[in-house]
């Protein structure tokens, strides 16, 4: 069992950064793939990015590639994502996830991901 707590949404204008970070529980954090999903008003849930259990690879949806950066820190049970260049078009509830297996589970809305968190809030105004 795996459970999963975000925090660092909140407000800002467009081009600033904000860190998101989803500290973990559970012993076996270390084995889980990490990623996460983001849900704006109206629209499905989508892929953001992911993370391999060890760190060494990492995948992004393509309108965020060059802008998030997705990291973990294994020692301290927590994965993170570095958002910079925020656009209005990035305003949604962002959820972590985990998962044991990093394939195809990492993309569209996310069926089959295991663990998810509750969310945090990032609004970008223009």
């Known amino acids: 069992q795996v459970q999963l707590v975000e925090s660092g949404g909140g407000l800002v204008q467009a081009g600033d950064s904000l860190r998101l970070s989803c500290a973990a529980s559970g012993r076996t954090f270390g084995s889980y793939a990490m990623g996460w999903f983001r849900q704006a008003p109206g629209k499905e849930r989508e892929f953001v990015a992911a993370?391999?259990?060890?760190?060494?690879?990492?995948y992004y949806t393509d309108s965020v590639k060059g802008r998030f950066t997705i990291s973990r820190d294994n020692a301290k049970n927590t994965v993170y994502l570095q958002t910079s260049s925020l656009k209005p078009e990035d305003t949604a509830v962002y959820y972590c996830?985990?998962?044991?297996?990093?394939?195809?589970?990492?993309?569209?809305?996310?069926?089959?991901?295991?663990?998810w968190g509750q969310g945090t809030q990032v609004t970008v105004s223009s």
């Open positions: 993370i391999s259990w060890s760190g060494n690879f990492t």
């Open positions: 996830a985990a998962n044991p297996v990093y394939g195809n589970v990492w993309s569209g809305s996310g069926h089959g991901i295991n663990y």
